[in-house]
């Protein structure tokens, strides 16, 4: 009995090993010599800031089509992806009911003379924008050169708040942030992994989010087998560098709802699809030249990227 209940539970453990083993997928990148992809981008938020009992009421919706084309990886590995801007369209809503819209198929069109005119002239540069990502033998970025290239016109002053979201470093670990997104091993059904990314703001603010990606099997699509993997953000948290001109004196923002999906294409290795949505609320205090204010934040973000 003994013997027998043994040899049943060596079979059972070889045919769940051989089972899972079947069930497993490789999600891994791929970037072939030459090829080029265009993603159409859409990116809205919504934002309420109420300080000192004041609502501060800001939001946009963008959409930007980019192309990326492939290089021919050099014998040490190398490989050089160039991005180019295609086209942006958007429309932006700042604080006191401002309205801005811009077209990147009509850059020059006459401005509505605000004190928020400096809004215009960044997406003006923006849409000229080429940049180069290097990887190497391992794909992983190991440069982001140029980004900043399309900005070097704009007064000093633009330049300086824009700083530290054209870092190179910063831009080099971001584009490292979005590949981990893809785990680059063999998983099963229902195999989750956590990786935390920070969102450099403007004038030295940063939101640093903690994600959660589960692989939840297969999907066929115009006859290809997609990686369905879903995402939820579980914590933020927000901070100012230390030479931002505000600090945080605390914040206490928690996530209220939170969804999101990658579809990718395993036999291509590259993102087809994706949204992702995160809304976060709570309270914080700002300390701004000397003077503290309480408030409340109420921001809602929205994603979507889809290859054409």
């Known amino acids: 009995m003994i013997r027998g209940f043994c040899l049943t539970t060596i079979i059972t453990l070889i045919l769940s090993f051989a089972t899972n083993a079947s069930a497993q997928v490789t999600l891994k990148y791929k970037f072939p010599d030459g090829r080029k992809s265009t993603t159409e981008t859409t990116m809205k938020s919504k934002q309420i ?73 960044i997406f003006k540069a923006t849409a000229k924008s080429t940049w180069t990502v290097v990887i190497d033998n391992d794909n992983r970025v190991v440069a982001v050169e140029d980004r900043d290239a399309a900005f070097k016109d704009l007064p000093q002053n633009l330049q300086d708040a824009m ?74 948290d927000y901070s100012a560098e230390a030479d931002s001109p505000l600090t945080v004196v605390e914040s206490n923002l928690k996530v209220v709802e939170s969804k999101g999906k990658i579809l990718f294409d395993v036999a291509g290795g590259q993102v087809v699809a994706s949204d992702y949505k995160v809304r976060i609320k709570g309270t914080l205090t700002l300390e701004v030249m000397g003077n503290e204010l309480p408030g409340n934040l109420d921001l809602m973000m929205e994603n979507t990227t889809k290859l054409k």
């Open 163 to 236: 700083k530290g979201q054209l870092d190179p470093e910063y831009l080099r670990q971001a584009a490292n942030d979005e590949l981990d997104k893809i785990p680059g091993k063999a998983v099963v059904k229902g195999e989750s992994w956590e990786l935390t990314n920070t969102m450099r703001l403007e004038s030295g603010q940063n939101l640093t989010f903690t994600n959660k990606y589960t692989y939840l099997g297969n999907v066929e699509k115009d006859g290809k087998k997609l990686a369905h993997i879903s995402v939820i953000t579980t914590n933020v």
């Open 49 to 121: 800031l109420t300080l000192a009992g004041t609502d501060l009421e800001s939001g946009s919706n963008q959409t930007l089509t980019i192309t990326t084309v492939n290089g021919k990886r050099g014998n040490d590995g190398r490989l050089s992806i160039k991005s180019t801007i295609n086209a942006i369209k958007a429309e932006i809503t700042l604080p006191g009911g401002t309205e801005l819209e811009f077209d990147s198929a009509d850059p020059d069109a006459d401005p509505p003379g605000t004190q928020f005119d400096f809004v215009l002239d």
